[in-house]
């Protein structure tokens, strides 16, 4: 009777340990589930997240010039007015003949200043040539290589004068040129709606006072020089 207990007993032991198996591997599966649908949900929100990130990096940072409209942008399409225009002629022209006559005063002038004002030429003249082609070459403009007859002209007198008549030629010719080309400045900068010409207009304004302002300190220009300029530049 005992030994028929104990049977029972080890029987009933044995299925309580089945069914806990059983519930315990339950348990894990739910468990297992319930992971992977988190790491899932996870997964996917991070891609999403990764997609939106994407797609607004290659509408700020894809190729260059295009929006996410497929438009384009940038210098190429800032307004480029007629007058823009002539206005990066203009400045690539002087420095076409401002250059070799600054380069004249060292050879042909007697006076310090007079090489001084050269120098101060042949630098700012250069910087800003290397400006104009280049916002040229964005903008699509194209410029000269000559200067005008006139400015021809001019080097050619240069080029025939020595000494003090060089020295006075020079101071009126490039003061008389440099007042009516800073007028010019001043209206493009007031009027115009592109930056680069904006940031041109700047930095030829900044050129053509310094370049002024050393020719006057010379103390050769003619008060003839400073009427023709009033003249020229005085509203009509």
Not at 202 to 215: I, S
Request: glycine share 10%.
């Amino acid at each position: 009777m005992n030994s028929n207990r104990h049977a029972a007993g080890s029987q009933s032991s044995t299925r309580t340990y089945a069914i806990i198996a059983v519930l315990c591997a339950v348990v894990a599966a739910v468990v297992i589930a319930v992971r992977a649908g988190d790491d899932e949900a996870a997964a996917s929100q991070t891609t999403a997240g990764q997609t939106q990130h994407g797609t607004g990096h290659v509408a700020g940072s894809g190729t260059a010039g295009q929006t996410a409209s497929g438009g384009t942008s940038g210098p190429a399409e800032l307004p480029v007015t007629e007058v823009d225009r002539t206005f990066l002629i203009k400045v690539r022209q002087a420095g076409l003949w401002e250059i070799p006559a600054g380069r004249l005063a060292q050879t042909n002038g007697s006076s310090e200043a007079v090489k001084r004002a050269g120098d101060h030429l042949l630098d700012g003249h250069s910087k800003l040539d290397q400006l104009v082609r280049e916002d040229a070459r964005i903008l699509g403009v194209k410029l000269p290589n000559e200067a005008t007859e006139e400015q021809q002209g001019f080097v050619r007198q240069l080029e025939a004068a020595k000494g003090e008549e060089f020295d006075k030629l020079f101071a009126n010719i490039l003061r008389s040129t440099h007042g009516k080309i800073f007028a010019t400045i001043g209206e493009v900068r007031a009027a115009t709606q592109n930056d680069l010409i904006r940031r041109h207009a700047r930095q030829a304004n900044q050129t053509v006072m310094d370049h002024m302002e050393v020719l006057e300190d010379t103390g050769l220009v003619d008060a003839s020089t400073f009427a023709e300029i009033e003249k020229a530049v005085a509203p009509k």
